[in-house]
């Protein structure tokens, strides 16, 4: 049997997404010989398809606010943010030649509103300064006496002296996002919070649901209820599906299911969040004064939409065809309360091919902060979406890949003694 292809590297970069890139780019800048493996024909193929192609690549806001939006662990990432805050992302990006812009809520896209933008820039600047970019499957990362020595890819064995596993999760697994790092990681020792798929639809076996697929709501509120507990209330835009609920109020809110499986899950949603029941009672009189002659079915088409009227009257159990002037002060208040509390039991959670980003996966109490090395392993870093750390929408999540991945690479630079 003949033995496999052997090279040397310093330093080898697993993974080509938004974390590796970013860390083989600022490696080689600063002289160290990199090696980069992606099984992709193009590298960023996941930040690609980001922010639907526009790439919301950070959130143009303090430390703090960037904190606030990472639930779990997020005092892991203050080294991290503080090293790479949103500003100096920013300003790497213009660097490399692209414009940005900020939008609301303190979204930073490019302003070409194109995210291949974001991933040429870094696949050119990796090219720039010579990292040698490899397009194979890692299959193993070895240690030797508790340091990285060895990665094993389908075609040849490289040796080094660092390995930094930027794998991503498991969201879109047709990007490559297949979990390898996980098992990497494993096989060395380290343990991997349970995974779930985060910033992702949500399934609901309500028959509403199938009924009202394709009607999006707008400047609703939407309240998520962990057992009988408010785990998330915002104001925004949702969407009815065949299969439950999404939009953005809802993909923000399953970042907060972090039992599912084991709690109980329900949305309530405000259809009109700007009244309170009083004045959506007056509201309504108005409305059936002005069509007391109709069907209550008739009577709501100026304040809810059409489709949704035949569900809202089944909630509250009323006839639709019951004439407005039959309907008693109880069936009324029913009906506020069905519009003031619209309630969706949620079954579970889309699949990881529809979810943004993972929830959980390399331990961070193995992890050093102002390293992202390994405890256990050395010479093992760790960067991006592989480490148990998720965010809510807004940029936050690519500005974990770019703050670790810069942290990494600024850390092996100092042991380079190279880092200006």
Not at 3 to 23: E, K, L, P, R, W
Not at 92 to 120: C, H, M, Q, W, Y
Not at 259 to 279: C, E, H, W
Request: glycine share 8%.
């Amino acid at each position: 049997m003949m033995s496999m292809n052997q090279v040397t590297f310093d330093t080898v970069v697993v993974g080509g997404g938004a974390a590796g890139c970013m860390c083989a780019y600022l490696l080689a800048k600063n002289g160290i010989k990199v090696m980069l493996i992606d099984p992709n024909y193009k590298l960023g193929r996941k930040l690609r398809i980001t922010g639907k192609g526009r790439c919301n690549l950070t959130n143009n806001s303090d430390i703090k606010t960037v904190m606030d939006n990472i639930p779990g662990d997020g005092r892991f990432l203050y080294s991290a943010l503080n090293t790479c805050p949103p500003q100096k992302v920013m300003q790497l990006f213009e660097d490399l030649g692209v414009p940005l812009k900020t939008e609301r809520g303190n979204r930073v896209f490019p302003v070409s509103d194109n995210a291949n933008d974001i991933a040429d820039a870094l696949s050119s600047a990796l090219h720039k300064y010579n990292v040698y970019i490899k397009q194979d499957k890692v299959k193993d990362i070895r240690c030797e006496n508790g340091c990285v020595n060895l990665v094993v890819t389908e075609s040849e064995e490289v040796q080094c002296v660092r390995c930094i596993v930027c794998t991503g999760g498991l969201s879109y697994p047709a990007t490559g996002s297949t979990g390898d790092g996980y098992k990497f990681a494993k096989r060395m020792g380290h343990h991997i919070v349970e995974c779930r798929p985060s910033l992702v639809p949500l399934e609901s076996n309500d028959d509403a649901c199938k009924e009202l697929q394709g009607l999006s709501l707008k400047n609703v509120t939407v309240k998520i209820y962990e057992n009988d507990k408010i785990i998330f209330k915002d104001q925004g835009e949702m969407l009815f599906t065949h299969f439950g609920v999404s939009g953005p109020l809802i993909l923000s809110g399953s970042a907060h299911m972090r039992n599912v499986g084991s709690a109980r899950y329900r949305l309530s949603i405000d259809l009109k969040p700007a009244l309170d029941n009083s004045t959506l009672d007056k509201r309504l009189l108005r409305d059936f004064k002005k069509y007391s002659n109709k069907t209550i079915h008739n009577g709501l088409k100026d304040i809810l939409p059409r489709s949704m009227i035949s569900v809202i009257l089944k909630k509250a159990d009323i006839d639709p065809e019951q004439q407005i002037n039959n309907l008693t002060r109880e069936q009324r208040q029913h009906l506020i309360d069905c519009m003031k509390n619209f309630l969706i039991d949620i079954k579970g959670t889309r699949p990881y091919k529809e979810a943004i980003v993972t929830a959980g996966g390399i331990d961070t109490k193995e992890v050093n902060p102002r390293t992202m090395q390994s405890k256990i392993i050395e010479g093992l870093y760790f960067a991006g979406e592989v480490l148990n750390l998720d965010a809510y929408t807004g940029g936050y999540n690519l500005q974990i890949a770019w703050s670790t991945a810069y942290i990494a690479a600024k850390s092996i630079i100092s042991e380079e003694n190279k880092y200006e």
